[in-house]
């Protein structure tokens, strides 16, 4: 079966090589050369443990916890002291033993930080497709070593609401093939040949830029054309960025769809429209920032000066016990 689909992707790959390919992106522009002037310094952002230690108790004791998942967060060293603080002081005390970081650097004191959960892929930190697709090639293949039953991606400049994907994988068999998380376009990628303009096939994917999860039957599946690399091979067979190059091995060589989980929640979106009332029942949120004006969660809380994402007051929001939260 692994010889087959191996034999299958190549076929797939070497057809695309001779095709012209031609995505329509319903209306939602890729930009993956990220303006840097978006980053915020933010002070004093000091790690302090909770309070308390009965955070999960909303979450129902069912077949996976939260020790099944394991979860990535794709990073740089030019977000290591703007966006990374952030997240150590917010929802990273929620899950330190089950979140990684995937860099491109090394920094003993985010060692430190977060008990050796800093890997560096080796890749550049540039935001090109090549080495967003390198990193996520590392980040599939620990998964696959870790043992662990569910792969949750998401980028750095996420929340992530640790007890709701919980609760959301809870719904689903790591045993069974699933492909979990949103999409930013309106309609599917299609591949094109060229000069017949045919349409050779189409397919969905999970924008990484709101996280996804993969369950680990599906990623075994996955073995003989992703991992090892191979993952980056793909990229640049399809010359197509490293969330969409997942959906396409997901969807397309896999013949696995993607399910809708609209709980996710990337800066393709508008923050604001998120009322704070269904605040808990999210997966994910995100930020972005276009020339003075920042997308950003409507939540009351810290000055905007102090708190320009809102991460922080939306992690005082949810987990109102965090000792730095105002009372």
């Known amino acids: 079966m692994g010889g087959r689909r191996m034999i299958k992707a190549a076929a797939v790959l070497i057809a695309l090589g001779y095709s012209s390919l031609l995505v329509y992106q319903g209306g939602v522009t890729f930009n993956f050369q990220e303006n840097r002037q978006g980053s915020v310094q933010v002070p004093d952002l000091t790690i302090e443990p909770v309070t308390k230690t009965n955070i999960y108790d909303s979450v129902q004791s069912k077949n996976i916890t939260l020790e099944d998942i394991f979860i990535s967060v794709k990073t740089t060293k030019h977000y290591q002291y703007t966006r990374l603080p952030i997240i150590l002081k917010t929802w990273f005390q929620l899950a330190k033993d089950q979140i990684w970081f995937f860099t491109d650097t090394e920094n003993r004191q985010h060692q430190n930080q977060t008990n050796g959960h800093m890997v560096n892929t080796n890749c550049s930190a540039s935001h090109q497709r090549k080495h967003l697709c390198c990193k996520m090639s590392v980040e599939y293949d620990h998964f696959l070593e870790s043992g662990?039953?569910?792969?949750?991606?998401?980028?750095?400049?996420?929340?992530?609401?640790?007890?709701?994907?919980?609760?959301?994988?809870?719904?689903?068999?790591?045993?069974?093939?699933?492909?979990?998380?949103?999409?930013?376009?309106?309609?599917?990628?299609?591949?094109?040949?060229?000069?017949?303009?045919?349409?050779?096939?189409?397919?969905?994917?999970?924008?990484?830029?709101?996280?996804?999860?993969?369950?680990?039957?599906?990623?075994?599946?996955?073995?003989?054309?992703?991992?090892?690399?191979?993952?980056?091979?793909?990229?640049?067979?399809?010359?197509?960025?490293?969330?969409?190059?997942?959906?396409?091995?997901?969807?397309?060589?896999?013949?696995?769809?993607?399910?809708?989980?609209?709980?996710?929640?990337?800066?393709?979106?508008?923050?604001?429209?998120?009322?704070?009332?269904?605040?808990?029942?999210?997966i994910s949120f995100s930020y972005g920032k276009a020339k003075d004006e920042w997308n950003v969660v409507n939540v009351p809380g810290f000055d905007t000066r102090y708190d320009p994402t809102r991460f922080l007051s939306l992690h005082c929001f949810l987990f109102p016990h965090f000792k730095f939260c105002p009372r």
């Open 148 to 282: 662990k039953k569910w792969f949750c991606h998401f980028d750095d400049d996420n929340y992530v609401n640790i007890p709701r994907l919980v609760s959301i994988l809870q719904n689903y068999n790591h045993q069974e093939d699933w492909y979990l998380g949103r999409t930013s376009v309106y309609e599917p990628v299609k591949i094109y040949k060229k000069p017949t303009n045919k349409l050779m096939f189409s397919f969905w994917f999970a924008t990484g830029g709101a996280g996804f999860c993969i369950s680990r039957s599906l990623a075994l599946k996955m073995l003989p054309v992703a991992s090892g690399g191979r993952f980056i091979s793909i990229c640049e067979g399809i010359r197509l960025p490293d969330d969409v190059s997942m959906g396409f091995i997901i969807e397309h060589l896999m013949k696995k769809n993607l399910t809708l989980v609209p709980e996710f929640h990337s800066h393709l979106e508008q923050m604001k429209l998120l009322i704070p009332e269904t605040f808990r029942d999210q």
